[in-house]
């Protein structure tokens, strides 16, 4: 009696109550078919699931298990890498299995079956295969026939023309899979449109290194054979961290490796990009969801058939479908779109460095503001510093000015720009060298007001004022996405004295223009690039200087490297600043820092100016100094004060419902269940705060509360919040949602 095998598997449902592997039987069809990672379809209570298989085993764990159905794909979606890490990933975010499982999978990927196709491979030479053909043929004449007919082709046949020539159905191949002679295995149909991507100009060539990237070179080559894996380059803004990205991609390749590159959004690293494309134009692929589905899953597939060895993308692109990993580079990586916004709410770098040990990869990792937990690794042994202080070059760091907005009120200034700014845009539009203006808020404005009552126009269903758009004229909501007409009269009071307060975008638009009429004017926000093509078009433009002024959200702040830019001016440096979050002095230095780093990079000299309305504030006195060191020093002393991430861990649990005493009622549950479950446990060295309103009190007609988990190795009490949170979600089904965000990058 042939062996039996049985295969455990993860329910393609999002819900706590099936979050583990169940295990089925792999009926003696699919044996040989079915591997770690492959798609099925399983009988479930009463119906039929899709499920993934996660473990396979010879020996039955629980008694009289149900056959899985059949295979919903002709090789396996999912790596076996992949399994082990959403595994990894559930339990560190706080996800179920199946939500990291999806994170894996290849996009599009309901079109695998039309793109694959099933082909059987003989395991021995032909003359053997002829010989087995000839000894089976009286007892087992089909099987003979497809021995027979793979040993006459010498090479694998797709099934579709083997069952053809031999009128065998699959029950004949059960028998040859199991005894050894033949396997089966997905082939790729060829003729993809992205096969050989087109690369417009040349070859990029390799540029000579400084002093500084000569030794930080060393020590990254050095790493391919050492112990020493994961880097942090340090750099101020142009000085050459790119370059030293490539080198260490042309050095992985030569090692028979793959590189994996990540940019926190696609938009902003154009010169990468083109970088990268001219480079490695063979090997090149990119993963985003810009793509359209088709593009993104033929882009998927060249990567998973080894035909692209370097591979660029978001977020998302640390799933990528690489073997053999020997470069991970993650670019920018103290940027916020990094972390994941849903469950599972990951980090890039977290996956980069499970990713990176798995394969015994370089982990390079770069910014000139780096975030303060991968700054202090390098303080220990989990990654290595590496420096560079000068712009490649010899160009300078641009001059700095911060002007307060304070004096320019009391001078009867109300104009948006100081004088100061004002002077200096005239002076380089008379030189005929660009400008950029940065603002953190899109729109005109940032809301619209009654002067009479008083009353905000606010969201019907988030806690938040409307943005007031001038082109077309509407209130927005930024949360949820509410859109409504600008209002004439006041809602309340029925007054017409109706204004707008606060900065965005189109208002700063539309003062250059007033200003400098004439002068060409381009807008980078998320309004004015939805369009796709957009983007490209309003970069080429301030690239072949056809326009003067570049007017932008954080969008231009950093991966811009324009040598005809002089100027930056920084409109409102302190929008960031307030918000209630601990990371907010952290955020508005890394912002300051990159937005002034814009400036500069050509041959004549750069300069910034910072308007602002806190000119004391440390973060901003750093960034106007270049300093990283003393707004280092200063953030973690006010860190370990109350402590906050680095020096420790912090667990932020989302209660929500649409009715608000039912989810501050939930939320004072699980706060009273976790205190007890802590205190069985004896941990006298965590913080639970709350439940209180959350700062964005109200979203999407949900009303919010938050609970804080502080401490360090906060990862040990996983099971005690799944538990809790898991048994007062049954109790209350769905009316109650519940997020748990593990080292959360927003606390709104």
């Known amino acids: 009696m042939a062996a039996e095998l049985y295969a455990r598997v993860i329910l393609d449902m999002v819900s706590n109550a099936v979050d583990r592997p169940f295990q089925y039987t792999v009926p003696s069809h699919l044996i040989g078919k079915i591997e770690v990672g492959s798609r099925v379809l399983v009988p479930f209570r009463s119906r039929q699931m899709v499920a993934y ?34 595994y990894w990933l559930s339990r560190r975010f706080f996800s179920r299995w199946i939500e990291s499982i999806h994170l894996c999978l290849p996009p599009a990927g309901e079109k695998a079956k039309a793109r694959h196709v099933e082909k059987v491979l003989p395991l021995f030479p032909p003359e053997i295969m002829r010989e087995e053909s000839a000894r089976i043929k009286s007892k087992a004449f089909r099987q003979a026939l497809i021995l027979e007919h793979l040993a006459l082709a010498g090479e694998g046949l797709p099934w579709t023309v083997l069952k053809a020539k031999t009128g065998a ?78 080198r260490a991609a042309e050095e992985a390749l030569k090692r028979g490796r793959t590189v994996l590159f990540l940019v926190p959004e696609i938009a902003l690293t154009p010169q990468i990009i083109e970088q990268l494309k001219t480079r490695f134009p063979d090997s090149f692929a990119l993963l985003h969801s810009s793509l359209s589905p088709r593009e993104r899953y033929e882009q998927w597939l060249r990567v998973k058939r080894g035909e692209a060895r370097v591979v660029l993308g978001t977020r998302s692109a640390v799933f990528a479908p ?11 990586e103290h940027e916020n779109t990094y972390k994941q916004s849903d469950s599972p709410r990951y980090h890039t770098r977290d996956v ?24 202090l690794d390098t303080r220990g042994k989990k990654a290595k510093l590496l420096t560079l202080t000068r712009r490649v070059e010899g160009h300078r760091l641009p001059d700095v000015e911060v002007v307060d907005m304070r004096r320019e009120f009391s001078a009867g200034n109300r104009g948006i720009f100081s004088r100061s700014l004002r002077k200096a845009m ?10 950029m203006l940065f603002l953190n808020r899109r729109g005109f404005a940032g809301f619209q007001l009654c002067r009479q009552c008083g009353l905000v126009l606010k969201c019907p269903s988030c806690d938040v004022s409307l943005t007031y758009h001038s082109s077309p004229e509407h209130l927005q909501c930024h949360y949820c996405g509410y859109r409504r007409a600008a209002l004439q009269f006041c809602p309340q009071c029925k007054s017409r004295y109706l204004r707008t307060f606060g900065l965005g975008t189109q208002k700063v638009e539309r003062e250059v223009q007033n200003i400098f009429p004439g002068v060409e004017v381009v807008r980078m926000d998320s309004d004015t690039t939805a369009v796709r093509g957009a983007y490209d078009r309003i970069w080429s433009s ?44 952290e955020r508005t230095f890394q912002l300051l820092s990159q937005a002034a780093g814009r400036s500069g990079r050509g041959a004549q000299r750069g300069r910034v100016i910072i308007q602002t309305f806190t000119p004391w504030h440390y973060s901003i006195k750093a960034a ?18 109350l402590l906050y991430p680095p020096f420790s861990e912090i667990i932020l649990i989302n209660c929500s419902s649409l009715q608000e005493p039912k989810a501050r009622l939930f939320a004072g549950k699980v706060k009273a269940a976790l205190a007890e479950s802590l205190s069985i446990f004896g941990e006298k060295e965590t913080e639970l705060l709350g439940p209180s309103p959350a700062p964005l009190f109200k979203i999407k007609d949900r009303f919010r509360y938050q609970l804080i988990f502080k401490g360090t190795g906060l990862q040990q009490y996983a099971g005690i919040i799944r538990d809790v949170v898991w048994r007062f979600s049954q109790e209350t089904g769905e009316e109650i949602r519940v997020t748990v965000d593990f080292n959360p990058v927003m606390m709104l």
């Open 624 to 641: 106007a100094e270049h300093s990283y060191k003393d707004f280092l020093q200063e953030e973690l002393k006010r860190r370990k004060l």
């Open 53 to 86: 298989v996660v473990a396979l085993d010879t020996e039955p764990l629980i008694n009289n298990t149900r056959d899985i159905i059949d295979i919903q794909d002709p090789f396996p979606v999912l790596q076996p890498e992949f399994v082990e890490l959403s």
């Open 542 to 585: 301030f690239k072949e200087k056809r326009a003067s002024v570049l007017i932008g959200t954080q969008m231009i702040a950093k991966g811009f490297d324009f040598p005809g830019v002089t100027l930056v001016g920084i409109v409102a440096a302190d929008i960031t600043l307030h918000l209630p979050d601990f990371r907010a002095g």
């Open 322 to 332: 690489l073997s053999n990993i020997g470069l991970i580079v993650m670019d920018e």
């Open 426 to 435: 005239e002076e380089t539009l008379h030189r005929r060298e660009q400008i």
């Open 169 to 246: 159905g699959r029950q004949s191949l059960v028998p040859l899979i199991k005894r050894g002679w033949l396997k089966i295995e997905a082939v790729p149909i060829e003729g993809l449109s992205w096969d050989k991507p087109q690369v417009e100009g040349t070859i990029s060539k390799k540029l000579s290194l400084t002093r500084e990237q000569e030794a930080a070179w060393r020590e990254i080559k050095e790493g391919f054979a050492g112990r020493q894996k994961q880097f942090l380059i340090f750099g101020v803004t142009g000085s050459g961290k790119t370059e030293l990205y490539l």
């Open 352 to 375: 980069a460095r499970w990713r990176a040990a798995y394969h015994d990869a370089v982990l390079l990792m770069g910014s000139a503001t780096p975030s303060l937990e991968t700054f």
